[in-house]
């Protein structure tokens, strides 16, 4: 069973919730999942973006009013 | 029966805590009804913002260091000897020196440390002044250097989120300096997709880059350093050629914090108002070394300490919590060789730089001085 970590970023200004994101996939295992809570609408665009690029897989965004929850699984 | 409070990490936020504690506990450090304790890696503390400025010849080496005893003040004991393990379930700390030390209250400000060896080549083939032989060694190399590229490197996480920028803008008016531009290509690499974190920092930095000829690659997460070939390539799969390449390497918290199980990549889980570690009531935790997500900086470490400062003389006083931190910070950022500018921001506020000028920069060269009445708890 793969691990979550979530990371609460909501009203994060700097680094940013995709860097946290970044961050945090540098520590956990091929196949654990970090979920992101950002009130960040652009983050909601940057990180399936980012993800899509480096090859990792987007699992869901979900759309809660007022923040977003992005899983990101770490695929490599 | 007498208070200890244990303090971990002899950096800015411990320095901070430290003395702000003991300037407010003036009758119960005298009676005796409290003590505090600092464990520290090192008998010198380092300014660590000074570095910015040594590749460049801006700023005397003597300038960034005191001796920790001279700047505690004289009620608090001090012991170099590094922790070995934080036992927060038995409330003791243990030293390398084999010595251990209860405590009522613990402050956790270990900070953090670089990590450029989880990089394949970065620390053979590129040059970092976040440490004094790193910044000796790319002043150095800027001395010798006569055109070519340059690539400045960010990496994730990291600490001082400002300080590429300021060296990318120091680099660039040094190279104008030396009249070297017309043979010089700067560019910088940034992990997201734009400059920098902050939206408004990276929207006012991005046409300034645009302006000043420096190019800029972001989603660049790099992936490897060839220093034979001179090559920097990214995950994200771009490869860089560079003449001169230096990087902000990524940072983890200390190995203390995971041999003792407080938080992988040493950062501890940490309550982002109270800065008690998560499932703590007497553990707290400020500096870079909170898994809290805001700026890993001197100035967090700062603001975080007056808040503990206040929170924990207030409970030692009258079991009453003060306040919440506000997620301040405010850090002044160079814009070049003459001037700068300042953002300042919290957890409900967004940064907003205003224009540069040589006033402040003048503003944070002063502080560079200052800094020392801040570490004494006056500033």
Known sequence: ?76 | MAKNVLIVGGGMGGTIVANGMARQLVDELRTGAVSITMIGNTERHLYQPGLLYIPFGRIRESELYRDQRSILDRRIVFHSDPAKQIDVDSSRVVCESGNSYSYDYLVIATGSRLMPETIPGLTEGAHCFYDLPGARKMRTALEEFRGGKVVVNVNAPHKCPVAPLEVTFMLYDYFKGKGLLDKTEVTYTYPVGRVHGLENVANWAKPEFERLGIRYETFFNTKEVNPKEKTVSSEEGVTLPYDLLVTIPPHQGQQVIEDSGLGKGGWVPTDPKTLRRDGSKNVFVIGDTTNIPISKAGSTAHFEADTLVDNLVSLLQHDHWARNYDGKVYCFVETGLKTGTYIWFNYETPPNPSPPSQMIHWFKLAYNRLYWMSARGLL
Do not use: N, Y
């Not at chain 1, 960040?40 to 940057?46: E, I, L, N, Q, V």
């Open chain 1, 1 to 76: 069973m793969a691990d979550r970590q979530t990371i609460d970023a909501r009203g994060a200004f700097c680094p940013g919730p995709l860097m946290e994101m970044i961050a945090a996939l540098k520590l956990v295992a091929v196949g654990d999942e970090i979920e992101v809570l950002s009130s960040d609408k652009g983050s909601s665009a940057d990180i399936p973006e980012w993800v899509a690029k480096v090859g990792h897989e987007m699992v869901g965004i979900t759309d809660h009013e007022g923040h977003w929850s992005l899983v990101v699984r770490k695929l490599k």
